[in-house]
């Protein structure tokens, strides 16, 4: 089970951390990631890391402003978005994979997803 949480309203500009905490199995051998789906929009790969966090990937477009980080004591990991777009609004989903290959970044490759969170950046 993954459960994610800390969308919200922001402005544009503004910041978000998202989380994504793993419950039932522990997720430590995967890696972990996130994307997004915004209103009427396909599914879009978002961010990755690997399963030590010695590797992290990010999609062009939120390059130098997103983060991905985890912590596989807590079973979590973490998305901060830091000045955020009006077009970073969508639906954000956690999700684990046993092994990224960092030229695959279709959602379909992945295992498991969590429910997902809104993210709302006003203009």
């Known amino acids: 089970q993954l459960q994610a949480s800390g969308g919200g309203l922001v402005q544009a500009g503004g910041s978000l951390r998202l989380s994504c905490a793993a419950s039932g199995r522990t997720f430590s051998s995967y890696s972990m990631g996130w994307f997004r789906q915004a209103p009427g929009k396909g599914r879009e790969f978002v961010s990755a890391?690997?399963?030590?966090?010695?590797?992290?990937f990010y999609a062009d477009s939120v390059e130098r402003r997103f983060t991905i980080s985890r912590d596989n004591a807590l079973n979590t990991v973490y998305l901060q978005m830091t000045s955020l777009k009006p077009e970073d609004t969508a639906v954000y989903y956690c999700?684990?994979?046993?092994?990224?290959?960092?030229?695959?970044?279709?959602?379909?490759?992945?295992?498991?997803w969590g429910q997902g969170t809104l993210v709302t950046v006003s203009s």
């Open positions: 890391i690997s399963w030590s966090g010695s590797s992290t």
């Open positions: 999700a684990a994979i046993r092994i990224f290959t960092p030229g695959d970044r279709r959602w379909s490759s992945w295992d498991y």
